[in-house]
């Protein structure tokens, strides 16, 4: 962090915010000024270059096409691996997480190259589409509660060695590979399939992102309530029989 404050970026939002991911955004502003952080956000559009002086940059889900524009426009605009290269925190969502991979399958059939800035590798599910709410337990070395979201996918995401599962499903199909395994991470860039927008749904991921820009192992509480009322409504719509 800067001495001009926390800097947030919201990577395309005019390709890639689908199920209000646009709401991770919000949710991590919001808990940083919460606590009295200095925030200010950028929302960049595909036109626009990524700057790489962000703290936290946050992308969102989209459609076939777009993804394949939004992954075009960030390989040859560069801002965002080097932004990685210098430490930035970067949490990506659905089609955000395929593109920081090595590569996915494009709307075009085609294998398309991605940034990898995630040891992973998606491709084209041949069976039934990922679709519904999932529950799972974190990697135990994040230290955080269960994750509870919504997935909407026909990807299938295959992890490298330097890749740690995000989390492991109890309820859900994650990553599609029949492992349990759902979203992937290294020690500064994230990625998960999980809508809902996931981190209202999971806030204490938000302050995870916070703590890791801010280089801290713990922040001022704050007002919970709100948060831990849909997280419960949501853990409790997965968890009822069908």
């Known amino acids: 962090m800067s001495n001009n404050g926390l800097r947030l970026v919201w990577v395309y939002p ?13 949710v ?8 009295g952080l200095d925030v200010s956000r950028v929302d960049v559009r595909s036109d626009q270059p990524i700057p790489t002086s962000g703290d936290i940059y946050l992308i969102g889900g989209g459609e076939d096409r777009p993804q394949r524009l939004a992954a075009e426009r960030l390989r040859r605009d560069g801002g965002l691996s080097r932004a990685a290269s210098n430490g930035a925190i970067i949490f990506s969502v659905c089609a955000g997480y395929q593109i920081l ?9 085609e294998r398309e190259p991605g940034l990898g800035l995630l040891d ?19 990697d135990p070395s994040l230290g955080l509660p269960p994750l509870t979201g ?3 996918h026909q990807g299938v995401t295959h992890l490298g060695p330097t890749a740690r599962p995000f989390a492991r499903t109890r309820i859900g199909r994650g990553n599609g590979t029949g492992d349990g395994t759902e979203g992937a991470y290294n020690d500064t860039v994230f ?5 809902g927008p996931v981190l209202a749904r999971n806030p204490l991921i938000a302050d995870h992102l916070l703590k890791l820009a801010l280089d801290v192992n713990a922040l001022p509480p704050c007002d919970d309530r709100w948060y ?3 997280r419960a409504e949501r853990i409790a719509a997965a968890t009822q029989p069908a």
Do not use: K, P
Request: hydrophobic letters at 30%.
């Open 150 to 152: 919504f997935e909407n």
């Open 14 to 26: 005019d390709l890639l915010s689908t199920y209000g991911d646009q709401g991770n955004a919000l």
């Open 120 to 138: 992973v590798v998606s491709t084209r599910g041949e069976g039934e589409r990922c679709v519904g709410d999932v529950l799972g337990d974190m």
């Open 101 to 109: 991979g090595h590569e996915f399958i494009n709307d075009l059939g």
């Open 28 to 35: 991590v502003e919001r808990r940083a000024r919460q606590r």
């Open 228 to 230: 831990e009322a849909l």
């Open 191 to 195: 990625g998960t399939y999980m809508h």
